[in-house]
């Protein structure tokens, strides 16, 4: 156990960073009067990466007395991935050797915390399901434009009546082995397959942002210093290079140098510019959140879902959205957003990654594509009228996925530099564990409640 005095920098203010301080502030060998915990974020704001007619707070959807208020000097945290994310968590998720501990601290942090008030945690369904999409309203005359499509040409047909006539048969849904509180698919023909994931044995979520922020403020309750707006520029080394000896980061247009003993580097998608030696690199992802007209049960539903002739042609992988989106297919297209129904009255949805923005130099530059997000939108309209028709929309937005890792532990070759990020499409999920263990490596001199195995940089790189 560590009672040598520490000055412990935290670089990033998204979940890997909040977590990281929170855990850092409850292992038995920390108190605030041995240990200095700086929290640096480079944002101060969190609005960026969404379109500007979204709402800022997802906040006031929920319980407005129970719900995670906002501080105002936390503006910058989880402005990120880690606001934008689905939010599942999983059993089933990877990497296996972190995946159990971080699943059980998030039931225990919600037990503690009264998380399913605060941030939105409940357990929940997770499925697959393989749907045929109806052409949205104004699209309806172009599905004879012309194509490959011909096996479901009964189908086509089948979908031209968008709403009244689209009526839910439960009875042929249930054919299928859908469970008979997944009411919210619109139609028999929309839904081809279904397949369960998880269940709530297994399976559970969070309101990624809300979950993010009391991380934040429930470390800054217990001494965590957080700063946002202080975006670090370089990790300073002893003079014998064998440890750290400060950071330095820029706050409002002027250099500032802070003391460091240990220093994590919590960066997502951003640690390379920090960390060259780490592989974690970056893909942007658009998302949208949907207010349902009545809180939609509890499923996380893997879709794929098959766009039909006509259809408003998806934006490419590798080209910036334009009006030329909304073309009309000219064959069926197949395509996989995911959508998580929450708790407080609202859907999210998110798509695939792109390769045309490279990452800007903090969240607060995020550049939203809105033609992407209008594809989700019509996407998931197109199976389902709660989320389409009826919904209202709330969110548009973007963020970077990191990927390449999760890499958690000491980076090879120098004393007190910690680094904690590349978690991929399971950030949310095993950022707990990711926390607790890098608590452990600070204040304990190395991970003890799970093994790091393959996401350990000394054992790997
Ligand atoms: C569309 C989408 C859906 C997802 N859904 C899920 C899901 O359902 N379940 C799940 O488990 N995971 C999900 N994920 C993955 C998850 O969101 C990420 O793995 C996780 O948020 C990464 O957290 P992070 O803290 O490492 O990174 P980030 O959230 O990106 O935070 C990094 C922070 O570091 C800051 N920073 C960067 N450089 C500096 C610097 N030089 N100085 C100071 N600060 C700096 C940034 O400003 C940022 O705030 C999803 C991801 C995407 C994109």
């Known amino acids: 156990m560590s009672s040598t005095p520490k000055e412990i920098t935290i670089i990033g203010g998204g979940i890997i960073g909040c977590c990281t301080a929170y855990f850092l502030t409850r292992h038995s060998s920390y108190s605030p009067e041995a240990h200095r915990i700086t929290l640096l974020e480079a944002s101060s704001s969190s609005a960026g990466g969404r379109t500007p007619d979204s709402i800022t707070d997802p906040a006031t959807l929920a319980d407005p007395t129970t719900a995670s208020k906002k501080n105002p000097s936390h503006e910058g945290i989880a402005g990120g991935a880690s606001g934008k994310a689905g939010g599942l968590l999983a059993l089933w998720a990877f990497p296996s050797n972190i995946v159990p501990l971080s699943f059980r601290l998030h039931d225990e942090l919600a037990k503690e915390h009264d998380g399913d008030k605060r941030w939105g945690y409940r357990r929940c369904h997770a499925s697959q399901v393989e749907c045929r999409a109806r052409l949205p309203s104004g699209f309806e005359g172009a599905k004879n434009v012309g194509g490959v499509e011909s096996a479901s040409s009964g189908a086509e047909s089948g979908s031209k009546g968008l709403h009244k006539d689209h009526k839910k048969d439960n009875k042929a849904l249930r054919k299928l082995g859908v469970p008979e509180d997944l009411d919210w698919l619109d139609t028999e023909e929309a839904l081809g397959a279904y397949q369960g ?41 002893t003079a014998d290079g064998k440890g750290v000896e400060s950071v330095t980061y820029v706050k409002d247009d002027k250099e500032e140098s802070l003391p460091t003993t240990d220093c994590v580097i919590a960066a997502g998608p951003w640690t390379r510019r920090l960390l060259p030696e780490i592989p974690v690199t970056a893909a942007r992802a658009h998302s949208v959140v949907i207010k349902t007209p009545r809180p939609v049960s509890a499923y996380a539903l893997f879709t794929e879902i098959r766009l039909p002739t006509g259809f408003p042609t998806p934006t490419a992988a590798n080209s910036r959205g334009t009006p030329a989106a909304q073309r009309p297919l000219r064959g069926a297209q197949i395509v996989e957003p995911e959508i998580y129904a929450r708790p407080d009255g609202t859907a999210y949805a998110c798509g695939p990654t792109d390769t045309v923005a490279e990452l800007p130099l903090t969240t607060a530059d995020v550049e939203v594509d809105a033609a992407r997000c209008q594809d989700i939108l019509y996407q998931v309209g197109g199976i389902s009228d709660e989320l389409g028709r009826d919904g209202q929309v709330l969110a548009k937005q973007a963020c970077y996925l990191p990927q390449g890792g999760p890499w958690i532990g000491e980076v090879p070759d120098t004393k007190g530099l910690v680094v904690a990020a590349g978690h991929t499409c399971w950030g949310i999920q095993n950022a707990p564990a990711t926390g607790k263990l890098v608590s452990e490596i600070i204040l304990e001199g190395k991970a ?14």
């Open 197 to 237: 994931m998880g269940n709530p044995e297994n399976t559970a979520q969070v309101h990624p942002e809300l979950f993010t922020r009391s991380m934040a403020q429930l470390a800054e309750d217990r001494g965590v210093k957080i700063v946002t707006g202080a975006r670090v520029t370089s990790i300073n080394k």
């Open 448 to 461: 003890k409640s799970a093994k790091l195995g393959g996401c350990n940089p000394s054992l790997v790189l």
